[in-house]
């Protein structure tokens, strides 16, 4: 088993998605760090039914059920859709095979474009799945998924960042359902081959750009789990486009 420590830079981090009454809340001038484990192992690479030996608490999906519902009957089914992109929504998720030493995973392909119009638009991907009712998280220490993100045609413009985000839309006395204001999150740089990443509960925070809007309580937040959100914002110039397929696989925490 190797086990790779990496420190994921505020450079991941530097732009939101979100958009109140038409302005970007995009915040560039950031600090702080995000601990990441990426695991690779041997024979198994992380898969769910070889990692249950060590304890798995609570398999979200390993997708070997072939559908897009997930393994815990406490979640909806796996849903993705692309934001700040002109035309088409252009996203369209399935069950793919093969998995991350699997037979299946679950996958997104999308394209995004940045619209010649003078400004940055910030556009991207959301691939998640919402719980029935809220989750307490906090009893558990980590989320661990396998995941990969492959180009198209053209690389993808750097930095390549994926957030996961654990939302929270009653932690407030405001509720607002599958705003991403309301959530605490992370941040890890995938690649075309499979990787197995663990991700520390402890290290969740609300992203700089949602504090500046809504601030909360981000413990609170881990008690009250109501989706689990995996995202790529594209860093497009005024007019690029771009292309891929993420994809994701053993989803559980321990």
Known sequence: MVILMAAIMPQLLVRGSVKIAGLLAAIASLSGCFDVTTVNVGDDAGSATSSRKNGPALLIDDFEDGN?????????????????????????????????????????????????????????????????????????????????????????????????????????????????????????????????????????????WNKKLVPIDERACSTLVDGIRFEYPAELADGDSTAATFAIDNVYLQ
């Open 68 to 208: 897009r519902d997930p393994s815990d009957t406490q979640f909806w089914h796996w849903q993705c859709y692309s934001y700040n992109s002109p035309g088409t929504p252009q996203a369209n998720c399935y069950v793919s095979t093969p998995g991350s030493y699997s037979n299946y995973a679950y996958s997104v392909d999308f394209e995004l474009a940045d619209s010649k119009n003078g400004i940055l638009d910030y556009p991207g991907m959301v691939l998640q799945t919402q719980t029935m009712a809220p989750v307490d998280f906090s009893m558990y220490a980590n989320i661990v998924f396998s995941a990969r993100l492959v180009p198209r045609d053209t690389p993808l413009p750097e930095p390549v960042t994926v957030r996961i985000s654990l939302n929270c839309s009653t932690v407030t006395q405001t509720v607002e359902p599958y705003s991403g204001v309301y959530s605490i999150g992370n941040a890890v740089q995938p690649t075309s081959y499979w990787q197995s990443f663990k991700l520390a509960l402890s290290t969740f925070i609300q992203f700089d």
